[in-house]
């Protein structure tokens, strides 16, 4: 007699445990799936119906088993919440970091655009003839551009926080100063002619 209680007080706690954590699972993971904040009470609901009557017809036949139940079903909520929330946690960290990781190699092709563009002017003999003035940091706008180029290069290693930001504004003030040298040498040749 002993020993059936027992194996169905056992029963009744692997049941608790398990309803329980697949309730707080379903509730918290599932409604951001499937994008629907109705199902979030549909689980809730379901899952109390399993679990309620297993601690109450449990405590009505024994109260200390009952409350043993229930004391075991708030553990396990509580320690299935930790854990859930960690896992989504962890997930919202990957995402971020995927995201910033896309922006990060976006940002450095623009970049490198940039320094592809530029590459003309000092490897092309013909452009450096034509356009002097983009190799003679002398001029301000060059000046400037190679500063912006130096800073867009220093920033594209930063990986610390903020990193992807401050390289963004890094890259977005390279290109504005290669236009601007690009200009300025343009003029300076067409008024040298």
């Known amino acids: 007699m002993v020993v059936t ?4 007080l056992t029963l009744m706690a692997v049941l608790v445990v398990l309803s329980t954590a ?4 379903l509730v ?3 409604p951001a799936v499937e994008h629907d904040p109705d199902t979030q009470f549909w689980y809730l609901f379901g899952g109390l119906c399993i679990l309620l009557p297993a601690v109450l017809i449990t405590a009505a036949l024994n109260r200390w088993a009952g409350a043993a139940l229930a004391v075991l079903a708030a553990g396990t909520w509580w320690w299935t919440n930790r854990v859930v929330a960690r896992r989504m946690r962890l997930l919202a960290d990957a995402d971020a970091r995927q995201t910033d990781d896309a922006e990060r190699r976006a940002l450095s092709a623009r970049h490198n655009a940039v320094l592809d563009r530029w590459r003309r002017y000092e490897l092309d003999p013909a452009e450096a003839i034509d356009f002097p003035a983009m190799s003679d940091v002398r001029v301000p706008e060059t000046s400037a551009m190679v500063k912006a180029m130096a800073l867009a290069e220093l920033l594209r290693r930063s990986t610390g926080p903020g990193g992807t930001a401050e390289y963004r504004a890094a890259v977005a003030v390279l290109e504005s100063a290669f236009r601007t040298a690009e200009d ?8 040298s002619s």
């Open 5 to 8: 209680a027992l194996a169905g």
């Open 184 to 191: 300025a040498a343009a003029q300076a040749a067409a008024g």
């Open 28 to 30: 918290k993971v599932r």
């Open 22 to 25: 697949g309730t707080v699972w």
